[in-house]
C-alpha cells in the first residue's frame, strides 16, 4: 500500500467516524461546545480532556480493601511479652536527691506575702523571697479596689479576648499602659510569661532570623523554639559580638529572598541581673535594619523617674522599640502581661497570638489592680526612690563587705544576685553543683536567723536544639521591698552575710 491508498483509506475511516458520531444524541452540543472552547481557550480543552481521561482510569481502576492487612498478626503471648518489656518515657526527669531534700525543707507561707510573713511552722521571717517591691500587698486602697471589682465583674471573664471576654478593665487597661510609655497601643495578656513565647512566633516564623542574647530568660527560649526561626547567638551584652553577628546576617541573607529579621533581648537580664545599654541597641537594629523585641518583664515598674522601665531609664523614646513585653505580675502586684507598639503590631497579635487568641482572659480584677499601681508609680515616684535607698543599703551590706561573694546584678535592680567570688570557687575547687548545695545551706542558714531569701533556679535546656549561651552561674536571689525600714535592711543583710561566711569556712 502506496502513501496515497494509506491517505485515501484514512479519510475515509475518519468519514466513517464522523458519521457514527453524528448519530450519537448530543453529539452536536458536545461538538460545538468543543468548537467554541478550543477557538476561546485551547488550554482549558487539553485540561478537560485530561480531567475526562483521568475519571474514566480512576472508574476502571481495580478496587481493593482498606481491611487488608499489612503486618504480622502476633499471639497473645508474644503482646504481653512486649507490653512488660517496654518501659515508657517519663514526662519530666525524677527528683535528684538534692531536689528532694529541698523540697522536704521547703518554708511555706500562711498568710500574705508582706515584708514580714507568717511560715506554716508559725514563726515570723523577713520575707526578701517575693517580688512586693513597693509593699502594695499591704495597700489598703487596692485591697478595696479589688473587692469592688470582684463584685462588679466575678473572678474570671471565663473566655478568650476575641471571644466574650474583654471587658471595659481590659479596655482600659491597655489604653493606661501605652499612655504611661507612651506608645501607640497595647494589647493585654492572662499571663506573663506566656505574653513573649506567644509575641516571638506571631511575628517571627521559619526561615526568619532571630539575633538574641544568650542569657535571655527561659520564656523568650520558648518563644524562640515555637518559632522556629533560623537563630543566631550573640555574647551576653557583648556589643561589638552582637555587630559582628548582626553583619554575618546581613551578608548571609543578601542574596536571599527577604527575611523578616529581630533582635531579642531584655532590659534587666532574669538570670544575670545586669542592665541593657538600649541606645547602642538602637544604633546597631537601625543600622542593619533589625526590628527589636525587648522584654521589660523585670525592668518596667523598676527602672526610670516613675517605673516606665529602661527606655525612661536611658532617655530612648519608647516608639523606637519595635516591640515592648513587660509583666503585670512582680513589680505591680497585678498578673497577666502586655506588649506595647505601633497599631498595626497590636492588632496583628489579637488574631495571631496563640496565647491571646486561645486563653481566658485576665481578671478584671488584676487588670483594675495594674491600673490603680501604675497611676501610684506616676503621681507617687517616691516611693521608686526609697526602694532605691533601701537596694544601696543591702549593697553596702553584702558586696563590699563580704570577701565570698560579689553582686552581679546592676545597682537599680532591686533583685539581688549574689554569686561566689571567682577565687573562692577556684580555691575550694567547686563545681556548679557544689555551688548549689552550697548557696542552698546559705539559703537554710539565713532562714533558721529569721531571713527568707531563695536561689537562682535555672530551667532545662530544650531537648534536641542548640541553645545559646553556657551554664547558668549559681547564685543567691535577695529581693529588696521599700516596706522594711533601713535598720531592717541592715540587719537583714548582716545575717545573710555572716550566713554566707559561716556556710563557706565549714567548706574545706
Known amino acids: 500500500m502506496d502513501i496515497q491508498e494509506a ?51 480512576y472508574l476502571l481502576a481495580p478496587t481493593y480493601s482498606t481491611q487488608k492487612k499489612s503486618y504480622v498478626a502476633l499471639s497473645e503471648e508474644e503482646i504481653d511479652e512486649l507490653v512488660d518489656d517496654w518501659t515508657p518515657e517519663p514526662i519530666v526527669a525524677l527528683p535528684t536527691a538534692f531536689e528532694e531534700a529541698e523540697n522536704e525543707k521547703r518554708p511555706v507561707i500562711v498568710g500574705p506575702t508582706g515584708p514580714k510573713s507568717r511560715l506554716s511552722n508559725g514563726r515570723t521571717v523577713t520575707n526578701l523571697a517575693s517580688y512586693n517591691f513597693y509593699n502594695f500587698v499591704a495597700n489598703d486602697s487596692l485591697k478595696e479596689k479589688a473587692i469592688q471589682t470582684l463584685r462588679t465583674y466575678g473572678v474570671g471573664p471565663c473566655g478568650p479576648p476575641n471571644f466574650y471576654g474583654t471587658q471595659d478593665v481590659h479596655v482600659k487597661t491597655e489604653a493606661d499602659i501605652a499612655a504611661y510609655l507612651g506608645s501607640a497601643a497595647c494589647i493585654v495578656y492572662a499571663q506573663a510569661f506566656s505574653t513573649i513565647s506567644s509575641v516571638i512566633p506571631a511575628f517571627s516564623k521559619r526561615g526568619d532570623i532571630i539575633v538574641a542574647d544568650d ?12 518559632s522556629r526561626s533560623t537563630v543566631r547567638w550573640y555574647k551576653h551584652n557583648d556589643l561589638e559580638d552582637l555587630q559582628r553577628v548582626l553583619e554575618k546576617a546581613t551578608k548571609e541573607q543578601a542574596k536571599k529572598p527577604l527575611t523578616r529579621r529581630f533582635i531579642v533581648t531584655e532590659g534587666l537580664f532574669e538570670n544575670v541581673g545586669d542592665m541593657l545599654n538600649l541606645p547602642a541597641i538602637i544604633e546597631l537594629k537601625l543600622r542593619y535594619k533589625f526590628r527589636l523585641i525587648l522584654d521589660e518583664t523585670w525592668s518596667f515598674g523598676v527602672l526610670g523617674r516613675t517605673g516606665r522601665g529602661i527606655t525612661e531609664q536611658q532617655n530612648v523614646d519608647a516608639a523606637e522599640v519595635d516591640m515592648i513585653i513587660g509583666s503585670l505580675a512582680g513589680a505591680l502586684c497585678a498578673g497577666g502581661g502586655f506588649c506595647a507598639g505601633s497599631e498595626q503590631i497590636v492588632e496583628h497579635q489579637r488574631i495571631s497570638s496563640s496565647s491571646y487568641c486561645f486563653s481566658a482572659a485576665l481578671p478584671a480584677m488584676l487588670a483594675t489592680t495594674a491600673c490603680e499601681t501604675i497611676a501610684i508609680l506616676q503621681t507617687t515616684p517616691d516611693i521608686l526612690i526609697q526602694l532605691r535607698e533601701n537596694v544601696k543599703t543591702m549593697w553596702t551590706q553584702l558586696d563590699p563587705r563580704s570577701d565570698w561573694v560579689s553582686c552581679m546584678s546592676a545597682i537599680e535592680n532591686p533583685i539581688m544576685l549574689l554569686v561566689l567570688k571567682p577565687e573562692v570557687v577556684a580555691h575550694k575547687k567547686l563545681s556548679n553543683s557544689d555551688q548549689e548545695h552550697l548557696l542552698q545551706d546559705v539559703v537554710d542558714e539565713t532562714l533558721v536567723n529569721g531571713v527568707l531569701i531563695t536561689r537562682l533556679k535555672s530551667m532545662p535546656r530544650a531537648v534536641g536544639t542548640k541553645e545559646g549561651g553556657g551554664e547558668m552561674q549559681p547564685a543567691l536571689k535577695v529581693c529588696i521591698t521599700m516596706g522594711l525600714s533601713k535598720k531592717d535592711i541592715e540587719r537583714a543583710g548582716v545575717i545573710i552575710r555572716h550566713a554566707i561566711t559561716k556556710v563557706v569556712n565549714k567548706r574545706k
Open 7 to 57: 491517505h485515501g483509506w484514512l479519510l475515509e475511516f475518519l468519514d466513517q467516524l464522523t458519521l457514527q458520531f453524528h448519530k450519537v444524541p448530543g453529539s452536536a452540543i458536545l461538538l460545538r461546545y468543543v468548537k467554541s472552547s478550543y477557538q476561546n481557550d485551547p488550554i482549558r480543552s487539553a485540561v478537560e480532556l485530561f480531567l475526562f481521561l483521568f475519571a474514566v482510569r
Open 215 to 226: 542569657a535571655v530568660n527561659y520564656s523568650i527560649r520558648r518563644g524562640i523554639q515555637i
